[in-house]
T-cell receptor, first 110, second 113 residues
């Protein structure tokens, strides 16, 4: 069965520092992969997605993610975090249905 | 703004009651998905409809049901409500099916007292 693991429940970074949020998936074939962000009291907003092709995917708000088949990973990165990036981040895998990871809550220190 | 609308925003009801949540997909989207987000279960897929027909089912309880109407809006019906049904319920929509990107609505917060 497909599954998604986000090993980090909570991450704190300083404003301006780089960020990497981890995501590992378990699935027989290459799934469709997504990163969503959820601000408090809001719905989910799509940051980026990977279906096929170039394994480095650019998204909105300066985020990027790299698909690594050998590691079954799809980690989200940002070179310089802004205070407005504080939110909950969800990695998701799609085949017949969408499976979400448990989420990583990002806190940004001034 | 994703273009997906959900009503109501908040709903407070009592155990044993029945409620209906409504979702209007983005213009042109044929698929509608329902999700439940709770602190203990996280974000869980409930059910998907595509152009009026049920397409995929996830962890949806038998007390819950959904449908998609000819105008493509969808309703999620929750009956015999229990305290544990308190959660955020999200609707998402996509143009087609499967590989398509899903766009999420703002959610309906259900509180069962």
């Amino acid at each position: 069965a497909q599954s998604v693991t986000q090993p980090d429940i909570h991450i704190t970074v300083s404003e301006g520092a780089s960020l990497e949020l981890r995501c590992n998936y378990s699935y027989g074939a290459t799934p469709y992969l997504f990163w969503y962000v959820q601000s408090p009291g809001q719905g989910l907003q799509l940051l980026l997605k990977y279906f096929s092709g170039d394994t480095l995917v650019q998204g909105i708000k300066g985020f990027e993610a790299e698909f690594k088949r050998s590691q079954s990973s799809f980690n989200l990165r940002k070179p310089s975090v802004h205070w407005s990036d504080a939110a909950e981040y969800f990695c998701a895998v799609r085949n017949n249905d969408m499976r979400f990871g448990a989420g990583t809550r990002l806190t940004v220190k001034p | 703004d994703s273009g997906v609308t959900q009503t109501p925003k908040h709903l407070i009801t009592a155990t044993g009651q029945r409620v209906t949540l409504r979702c209007s997909p983005r213009s042109g989207d044929l698929s509608v998905y329902w999700y439940q987000q709770s602190l203990d279960q996280g974000l869980q897929f409930l059910i998907q409809y595509y152009n009026g027909e049920e397409r995929a089912k996830g962890n949806i309880l038998e007390r819950f049901s959904a449908q998609q109407f000819p105008d493509l809006h969808s309703e999620l019906n929750l009956s015999s409500l229990e305290l544990g049904d308190s959660a955020l319920y999200f609707c998402a929509s996509s143009v087609m099916d499967r590989a398509d990107t899903q766009y999420f609505g703002p959610g309906t917060r259900l509180t069962v007292l």
